[in-house]
Structure formats: C-alpha cells, structure tokens
C-alpha cells in the first residue's frame, strides 16, 4: 500500500522557521521527482518546488527562492522542506508530492500557519 | 512565469452529459517543438490533489477512459464523456515545460 505522510506543520510567528518532512511507502521513492504544492485557504493550488531523485537538481517559485529548502533522503523515503523567514501569505496547507510517469502520489497535507 | 487560465470556471453539469475545460497558456507549451509538459489534477471536496491526466493526453494509471486530454501549443483541453457524481470537485492544469511550474485558477464542476 502506498502512503505518503507529510508532518511538521504548525502555528509560525512571521519571521519564524519550520521543517515539514514527508515519509513516502509503498513506490520506488528514489526514482520519483519529489514536489511540494501548497494551497492556502480557499485558494487554489500554487506548486512551492521540487527535488530530482537522487537530490542533486532543485527549483522553486520566486516567492519562496532563498527561504525555502527542500532536501531528500533516499535511505529513509523522505524529502523535507526547510521553511525560513516565514510570512502571513505563506499561511497554507502544504502538500508532498511524487510524480512519476504514469502516477502520481500524493499526502494528505500539513497545515502551517503564520501568524502572530 | 507562464499564466494557465481556465475556463469556465464554474460548470454546471447533468448527471451523464458531458463535461470540457479549456486551459490557454500564456506562453508557448511545447518544449523543442515537440512534447508539451501540460498535467490534469481532480481535487474532490476534503481531499488531496490527484494527477488524471499528464504530458497532454496520458491518463494515469486507474483513472477512468472517460477522462480524456488534448492540445499543444497554448491551447489545451480536459473532457469528461459523461460526468458522474464521483466527479464533483475542482480541476486544474499545470505546466512543467518552463520554471516555474504553474497551476490554472482552477475549475469547479458540479452537479446540476
């Protein structure tokens, strides 16, 4: 069975910092493209970054360039994102994401939420 | 950054009809003018996000046949050949062929 398991989400002051983790079963972990997606509430969805399989490639949407941080650990089917310098408008859920060529897997998300 | 707009962006369907939305980018898709990077994704009420749909036209795997894609270039469409009431949801496109990867505002069909 396939599960994707995605913890670490909190109440954040801004300025504050948080590491989310996301423990994938199930599938050929390090062959998957590992993404994060996040949707704040009522919105829509906005995809954070991304992390190649063996963690050597990164990219990630301009909002989040130099803040965020996301890394990979094939020995334990994990993939992080380090969160720095949090703001208001970084208040979402926060999904993990694997897509691979013909599926995709993806947690249930973890709600960070910014705010003083 | 590449901008995806969907439309409609409220549709209304019976049950059995069928169901299209389009997504026009705002820059060509279509990567050494060949493939284009476009995704589908279903989001149901209280759910997670779940791919339908990737590199325009390959449905993933368990999706159902009546779930189809088409496009290239900057015009791309989703249909549904006869909407079921487990289609209830939000639907999005997402492009990867340039950085970064952008989702449309999204799609909300529902039941008439």
């Known amino acids: 069975e396939v599960q994707v398991v995605e913890s670490g989400g909190n109440l954040v002051q801004p300025g504050g910092s948080l590491r989310l983790s996301c423990a994938a079963s199930?599938?050929?972990?390090?062959?998957?493209?590992m993404n994060w997606v996040r949707q704040a509430p009522g919105e829509g969805l906005e995809w954070v970054g991304n992390i190649n399989p063996d963690g050597s490639g990164k990219s990630y949407v301009d909002s989040v360039k130099g803040r965020f941080t996301i890394s990979r650990d094939n020995a334990r089917n994990s993939v992080y994102l380090q969160m720095n310098s949090l703001r208001a408008e970084d208040t979402a859920m926060y999904y993990c994401?694997?897509?691979?060529?013909?599926?995709?897997?993806w947690g249930q998300g973890t709600l960070v939420t910014v705010s003083s | 950054d590449v901008v995806l707009t969907q439309s409609p962006l409220s549709l209304p369907v019976t049950l059995g009809q069928p169901a299209s939305i389009s997504c026009r980018s705002s820059?060509?898709?279509?990567?050494?003018?060949?493939?284009?990077?476009l995704d589908w994704f279903q989001q149901r009420p209280g759910q997670s996000p779940r791919r339908l749909i990737h590199?325009?036209?390959n449905r993933d795997s368990g999706v159902p046949d009546r779930f189809s894609g088409s496009g290239s270039g900057t015009d791309f469409t989703l249909k549904i050949s006869r909407v079921e009431a487990e289609d209830v949801g939000v639907y999005y496109c997402?492009?990867?062929?340039?950085?970064?990867?952008?989702f449309g505002q999204g799609t909300k069909l529902e039941i008439k």
């Open positions: 994401a694997g897509w691979g060529s013909s599926r995709s897997y």
């Open positions: 820059q060509s898709l279509a990567y050494n003018d060949v493939n284009s990077f």
């Open positions: 199930g599938f050929s972990f390090s062959t998957f493209w």
């Open positions: 997402m492009q990867y062929t340039h950085r970064p990867h952008t």
């Open positions: 590199g325009v036209s």
